[in-house]
Nanobody
Framework: QVKLVESGGGSVQAGGSLKLACVASGLTSTRYSMGWFRQAPGSVREGVGGIDTDGNISDADFAKGRFTISLDNAKNTVYLQMNSLKPEDTAMYYC??????????????????WGQGILVTVSS
C-alpha cells in the first residue's frame, strides 16, 4: 500500500520561504512521478508542479520563478521549495504520487495516491 507523508508546513510572513517534503513508502516501481497540489479555502484544488524519475518536470505558471520541485529517488522523497511567499499562497498543500511517469498522463488523468495534506499560512 502506498503511503505519502508530508512535512514542512507552517506559518510564515509574506516574502518568506518554506520547504515542504513528502516521503512515499510502498511504491512498487523505480519509475514513478510525484507532484504537489494545493487547495485554498473556497477554491478548487490546483496543481503546483510535478516531477518524475525520468527527469521530467512540470510546474504551474504561478509557481515559476518562486517554487522549485525536486525529487530524491533514493529516498522516494519529493520536495517543494517555496520562496517569496505571498498571502495568496495560503492553502492546504497535498503531495501525490503515481506509478506512471508524467509523459504517460493523458488529459484529465489524476495522480493515484494522495497524502493527507499540510497547511501553509502566509501572513501579510
Amino acid at each position: 500500500q502506498v503511503k505519502l507523508v508530508e512535512s514542512g508546513g507552517g506559518s510564515v510572513q509574506a516574502g518568506g520561504s518554506l520547504k515542504l517534503a513528502c516521503v512515499a513508502s510502498g511504491l512498487t516501481s523505480t519509475r514513478y512521478s510525484m507532484g504537489w497540489f494545493r487547495q485554498a479555502p473556497g477554491s478548487v484544488r490546483e496543481g503546483v508542479g510535478g516531477i518524475d524519475t525520468d527527469g521530467n518536470i512540470s510546474d504551474a505558471d504561478f509557481a515559476k520563478g518562486r517554487f522549485t520541485i525536486s525529487l530524491d529517488n533514493a529516498k522516494n522523497t519529493v520536495y517543494l521549495q517555496m520562496n517569496s511567499l505571498k498571502p495568496e499562497d495560503t492553502a492546504m498543500y497535498y503531495c501525490a504520487a503515481d506509478l506512471r511517469t508524467l509523459t504517460m498522463f493523458r488529459p484529465g488523468d489524476m495522480f493515484e495516491y494522495w497524502g493527507q495534506g499540510i497547511l501553509v499560512t502566509v501572513s501579510s
